[in-house]
């Protein structure tokens, strides 16, 4: 998965010229707590999980994806910290919260609009803000299953966004 992110990131950085961006998966990051001197976007995302127990997969739409980011001016250097929040199978007692993947067109979309806070944010540029729709693959219905959600069991989750 970091593989993906990071090409990708990769990609939307190189158009940020005279600075080098690296960008890092960190389950650490707390939603609203960055660090001093860092920034935050959040979002919420379509992603698809699959149980590493009974092999059952499910989608969801409301997978929260944090990012925390930081622009050293001085050393040209800018750092992207995210967190996409797990979770774990309903028809397993013993259920591990599991990572989320995420569709390429869905992870390009979230660095899109991360790199337009990026650009506000750490290079003052005024910017209109894009409307892009996250995609979906396949049937997504039903409640969103707090007990079952790493954000909602966290604290983080707020099911009205």
Not at 3 to 24: C, I, K, R, V, Y
Not at 111 to 121: C, Q, T, V, Y
Request: glycine share 4%; aromatic share 12%; proline share 4%.
């Amino acid at each position: 998965m970091a593989e993906q992110w990071n090409t990708a990131f990769q990609n939307w950085a190189s158009e940020l010229e005279g600075d080098e961006w690296t960008l890092e998966l960190d389950d650490s990051i707390v939603p609203d707590k960055p660090q001093k001197g860092w920034f935050q976007y959040i979002r919420k995302a379509f992603a698809q999980f699959h149980c590493s127990l009974c092999k059952r997969s499910w989608p969801s739409k409301r997978v929260q994806v944090v990012f925390h980011f930081t622009l050293n001016s001085s050393l040209h250097r800018g750092t992207v910290k995210v967190r996409g929040f797990k979770q774990k199978c309903r028809r397993c007692t013993t259920a591990q919260m599991e990572a989320p993947s995420f569709l390429s067109e869905n992870i390009d979309i979230l660095l899109e609009k991360l790199m337009e806070r990026i650009r506000i944010r750490c290079y003052k540029e005024e910017r209109p803000e894009t409307n892009k729709n996250l995609y979906f693959k396949g049937r997504v219905e039903g409640p969103h299953e707090a007990q079952h959600c790493e954000a909602c069991l966290k604290g983080f989750c707020n099911k009205n966004n």
